[in-house]
């Protein structure tokens, strides 16, 4: 089992940026395909962006595409989300997900095929 815990969430303006990190601790960190999710009120938990186990494979919501940027390091066993021009529409609690893969280029998008979650770090952007 790994274990996940975000940070770096806050309040920021129109337009600002924050960069979100997740570190990972239980199991071997690259053994695991990472994502973000995010989820608003009323609303269902959604793909941001994923990435593959060696880094080299990456998935963006067309939402977020050209505005957030997702990376790895294996060897600090952490998984970042940087995202710039941020919009109020993009507030929402965020949370990282891992799943064990074999391949080292798959990249997992849907919701259900992560077994494990974070607490979740709340991003709230004003306008």
């Known amino acids: 089992q790994v274990q996940l815990v975000e940070s770096g969430g806050g309040l920021v303006q129109l337009g600002g940026s924050l960069r979100l990190s997740c570190a990972a601790s239980?199991?071997?960190?690259?053994?695991?395909?990472m994502g973000w999710f995010r989820q608003s009120p009323g609303k269902e938990r959604e793909a941001v962006a994923g990435?593959?186990?060696?880094?080299?494979?990456?998935y963006y919501a067309d939402s977020v595409k050209g505005r957030f940027t997702i990376s790895r390091d294996n060897a600090k066993n952490t998984v970042d989300l940087q995202m710039n021009s941020l919009k109020p529409e993009d507030t929402a609690v965020y949370y990282c997900?891992?799943?064990?893969?074999?391949?080292?280029?798959?990249?997992?998008?849907?919701?259900?095929?992560?077994?494990?979650w974070g607490q979740g770090t709340q991003v709230t952007v004003s306008s």
């Open positions: 997900a891992a799943a064990p893969t074999i391949a080292q280029t798959i990249v997992i998008t849907r919701r259900n095929q992560y077994p494990y």
């Open positions: 239980g199991r071997t960190f690259s053994n695991y395909a």
């Open positions: 990435i593959s186990r060696g880094g080299g494979s990456t």
